[in-house]
T-cell receptor
């Protein structure tokens, strides 16, 4: 068990560009969560999957954001037409259904110039 | 609106002191409450999870309590060490249709100086 991994760890992009982040959950964890954390704040929920089904999306997730989890394994979070306000740490977590503890990855820090 | 608030925002103590971090939540109908630790630029590590039916949980020098009726939780750290320096976050799971969706406080930045 190598834990939750995220790639890339850091991303610098120019406003208007598209970016995609990847999260690999702990093997056999069927729940996968995405959170966003800005400086000095706690993480805010974005969306989560149970297996390949996306069960809930936060109002924070505008139509420029899309997340997928094909085949219920890894997940991708894509941001289209990035804005400076998208600059944040994007955290991924995974868990087993009915086991409440969520295991977090190291995060992807995004800076939009 | 379901909100989670942590006080203080920052705390600096000398090594060896016992300390208490506070977390309050506006909606007492919680499913569970978790305390996490976050080191600078890193992800979160789960410390303790308290179910809504429990009053406290302990792990080593850490003790977390839960009082649903008053909407409060505390994290007690005994005999603090410089390695305890980090941001501590509490998070509430309200269960039901929101099961697994955590609502976080803004965190308490703890510095333990030698």
């Amino acid at each position: 068990d190598t834990g939750v991994s995220q790639d890339p760890r850091h991303k610098i992009t120019k406003r208007g560009q598209n970016v995609t982040f990847r999260c690999d959950p702990i093997s056999e964890h069927n729940r996968l969560y995405w959170y966003r954390q800005t400086l000095g704040q706690g993480p805010e929920f974005l969306t989560y999957f149970q297996n390949e089904a996306q069960l809930e999306k936060s109002r924070l997730l505008s139509d420029r954001f899309s997340a997928e989890r094909p085949k219920g394994s890894f997940s991708t979070l894509e941001i289209q037409r990035t804005e400076q306000g998208d600059s944040a740490m994007y955290l991924c977590a995974s868990s087993l259904v009915r086991e409440e503890t969520q295991y977090f990855g190291p995060g992807t820090r995004l800076l939009v110039l | 609106k379901q909100e989670v608030t942590q006080i203080p925002a920052a705390l600096s103590v000398p090594e060896g002191e016992n300390l208490v971090l506070n977390c309050s939540f506006t909606d007492s109908a919680i499913y569970n409450l978790q305390w996490f630790r976050q080191d600078p630029g890193k992800g979160l590590t789960s410390l303790l999870l308290i179910q809504s039916s429990q009053r406290e949980q302990t792990s080593g020098r850490l003790n977390a309590s839960l009082d649903k009726s008053s909407g409060r939780s505390t994290l007690y750290i005994a005999a603090s060490q410089p390695g305890d320096s980090a941001t501590y976050l509490c998070a509430v799971d309200y269960g039901g249709t929101s099961y697994g969706k955590l609502t976080f406080g803004q965190g308490t930045i703890l510095t333990v100086h030698p």
